[in-house]
């Protein structure tokens, strides 16, 4: 798994709520709350789909009022969200190793 960091989900987020309230990226503040930038359900549930694709990671699209800001959600996924799937990610890798005992040749599978 290729752990994203804050600054690159921030620049992330950034961008894509700049194209869709059509200004630049650095005019999107971190600290805003996500209903200042007029965003509808069409678009936020759109910005989590993608935000699934990009982490690689399975997410509810409330996550943007439960985080309401770039830097809360940030933070959120930084700390919480990819540090659990990254985990997983290494059990699953363990689990998936296979398992040798003498001669034979074990293979475990999900």
């Known amino acids: 798994m290729d752990l994203k960091t804050r600054e690159e989900i921030e620049t992330w987020l950034r961008e894509r709520i700049a194209k ?14 996500f209903t200042n930038f007029g965003l509808d359900s069409i678009v936020i549930v ?7 694709d990009w982490l690689k990671v399975s997410l509810d699209p409330t996550i943007f009022w439960e985080y309401p800001s ?4 940030s933070e ?3 700390t919480e969200k ?4 990254e985990a997983r990610a290494q059990v699953r890798a363990q689990i998936q190793k296979p398992f040798v005992r ?8 999900d």
Do not use: F, H, M, R
């Open 20 to 33: 869709e309230i059509k200004t630049t990226a650095e005019a999107v503040p971190v600290n805003v709350l």
């Open 46 to 52: 759109t910005l989590v789909t993608d935000l699934e």
């Open 70 to 73: 770039i830097e809360a959600l």
């Open 102 to 109: 003498g001669s034979a040749k074990i293979v475990q599978n």
């Open 76 to 78: 959120w996924l930084i």
């Open 82 to 85: 990819l540090q659990d799937a």
